[in-house]
Protein backbone atom coordinates (compact mmCIF):
# COMPACT_ATOMS: atom_id res chain seq x y z
CA UNK A 1 0.00 0.00 0.00
CA UNK A 2 1.95 3.11 -1.25
CA UNK A 3 2.35 5.63 1.85
CA UNK A 4 2.86 9.61 1.37
CA UNK A 5 4.33 11.38 4.50
CA UNK A 6 4.95 14.92 3.56
CA UNK A 7 6.37 17.92 6.10
CA UNK A 8 8.47 21.38 5.67
CA UNK A 9 5.03 23.16 6.51
CA UNK A 10 5.10 26.14 8.27
CA UNK A 11 4.39 29.56 9.12
CA UNK A 12 6.52 32.15 6.77
CA UNK A 13 5.84 35.98 5.98
CA UNK A 14 4.95 37.31 2.66
CA UNK A 15 7.94 37.28 0.15
CA UNK A 16 9.40 34.31 2.26
CA UNK A 17 9.87 30.54 1.27
CA UNK A 18 9.65 27.00 2.04
CA UNK A 19 10.44 23.19 0.88
CA UNK A 20 7.55 20.96 1.65
CA UNK A 21 8.77 17.11 1.00
CA UNK A 22 6.82 14.26 -0.18
CA UNK A 23 8.65 10.84 1.24
CA UNK A 24 6.68 7.95 -0.62
CA UNK A 25 6.96 3.95 0.75
CA UNK A 26 4.81 0.68 -0.11
CA UNK A 27 5.38 0.05 -3.20
CA UNK A 28 8.12 -1.08 -5.55
CA UNK A 29 7.85 0.83 -8.88
CA UNK A 30 10.59 2.95 -10.06
CA UNK A 31 8.49 5.47 -11.68
CA UNK A 32 5.37 7.29 -11.16
CA UNK A 33 3.82 10.45 -10.95
CA UNK A 34 3.86 12.83 -7.95
CA UNK A 35 1.58 15.56 -7.69
CA UNK A 36 1.71 18.69 -5.20
CA UNK A 37 -1.90 20.14 -4.69
CA UNK A 38 -3.44 22.27 -2.08
CA UNK A 39 -6.66 23.51 -0.18
CA UNK A 40 -7.24 27.18 0.97
CA UNK A 41 -9.94 27.18 3.47
CA UNK A 42 -13.40 27.78 2.31
CA UNK A 43 -12.02 27.06 -1.47
CA UNK A 44 -12.00 23.82 -3.26
CA UNK A 45 -8.18 21.95 -3.89
CA UNK A 46 -6.35 22.79 -6.48
CA UNK A 47 -3.43 21.42 -8.45
CA UNK A 48 -0.18 23.29 -7.63
CA UNK A 49 2.80 20.96 -9.41
CA UNK A 50 3.38 17.43 -10.67
CA UNK A 51 6.60 15.57 -12.22
CA UNK A 52 7.13 12.39 -13.47
CA UNK A 53 9.97 10.58 -12.21
CA UNK A 54 10.91 8.61 -14.96
CA UNK A 55 11.94 11.41 -17.47
CA UNK A 56 11.68 14.80 -14.92
CA UNK A 57 8.59 16.45 -16.68
CA UNK A 58 6.86 18.88 -14.73
CA UNK A 59 3.94 20.91 -14.80
CA UNK A 60 2.72 23.94 -12.58
CA UNK A 61 -0.23 25.75 -12.26
CA UNK A 62 0.02 29.30 -13.67
CA UNK A 63 -0.23 31.50 -10.14
CA UNK A 64 3.17 29.54 -9.39
CA UNK A 65 5.35 29.36 -12.59
CA UNK A 66 8.90 31.19 -11.36
CA UNK A 67 8.30 31.07 -8.17
CA UNK A 68 7.82 26.97 -7.36
CA UNK A 69 10.20 24.35 -8.31
CA UNK A 70 8.86 20.52 -8.09
CA UNK A 71 12.29 17.87 -8.32
CA UNK A 72 12.62 14.55 -7.19
CA UNK A 73 15.10 11.94 -5.58
CA UNK A 74 14.33 8.96 -6.88
CA UNK A 75 17.11 6.51 -4.62
CA UNK A 76 14.95 8.50 -2.09
CA UNK A 77 11.73 8.26 -3.33
CA UNK A 78 11.29 11.83 -1.75
CA UNK A 79 9.79 14.58 -3.87
CA UNK A 80 10.29 18.38 -3.41
CA UNK A 81 8.13 21.33 -3.60
CA UNK A 82 10.13 25.02 -3.45
CA UNK A 83 8.41 27.89 -2.82
CA UNK A 84 9.69 31.05 -3.01
CA UNK A 85 8.48 34.64 -2.96
CA UNK A 86 5.25 33.14 -1.02
CA UNK A 87 2.18 35.10 -1.14
CA UNK A 88 -0.98 35.05 1.42
CA UNK A 89 -2.79 33.69 -1.46
CA UNK A 90 -0.50 30.68 -0.95
CA UNK A 91 -1.50 29.57 2.03
CA UNK A 92 -3.48 26.39 2.66
CA UNK A 93 -2.50 22.70 3.24
CA UNK A 94 -0.18 20.98 0.51
CA UNK A 95 -0.97 17.78 0.07
CA UNK A 96 0.71 15.47 -1.83
CA UNK A 97 -0.64 12.35 -4.25
CA UNK A 98 0.53 9.68 -5.99
CA UNK A 99 -0.54 7.80 -9.29
CA UNK A 100 1.49 4.86 -10.87
CA UNK A 101 1.87 6.58 -14.11
CA UNK A 102 2.30 10.19 -15.81
CA UNK A 103 -0.61 10.60 -18.42
CA UNK A 104 -0.13 14.55 -18.70
CA UNK A 105 0.47 17.93 -17.22
CA UNK A 106 -3.54 18.66 -17.38
CA UNK A 107 -4.66 14.78 -16.07
CA UNK A 108 -2.01 15.20 -13.21
CA UNK A 109 -2.74 18.75 -11.97
CA UNK A 110 -6.33 17.71 -11.75
CA UNK A 111 -6.40 14.99 -9.28
CA UNK A 112 -8.73 12.85 -10.57
CA UNK A 113 -6.52 10.02 -11.47
CA UNK A 114 -3.81 10.11 -8.21
CA UNK A 115 -4.49 6.72 -6.30
CA UNK A 116 -2.93 7.76 -3.02
CA UNK A 117 -2.81 10.93 -1.06
CA UNK A 118 -0.94 12.20 2.13
CA UNK A 119 -2.51 13.69 4.99
CA UNK A 120 -1.05 17.32 4.37
CA UNK A 121 0.92 19.90 5.71
CA UNK A 122 -0.01 23.27 6.10
CA UNK A 123 1.52 26.17 4.91
CA UNK A 124 0.51 29.77 6.40
CA UNK A 125 1.69 32.87 4.85
CA UNK A 126 1.56 36.20 6.96
CA UNK A 127 3.42 39.09 8.64
Known amino acids: QVQLVESGGGLVQPGGSLRLSCAAS????????IGWFRQAPGKEREGVSC????????VYTDSVKGRFTISRDNAKKTVYLQMNSLKPEDTGVYYC????????????????????WGKGTLVTVSS
Open 51 to 58: ISTSDGTT
Open 26 to 33: GFTLDYYA
Open 97 to 116: AFESRYYSGRHCLSGYGMDS
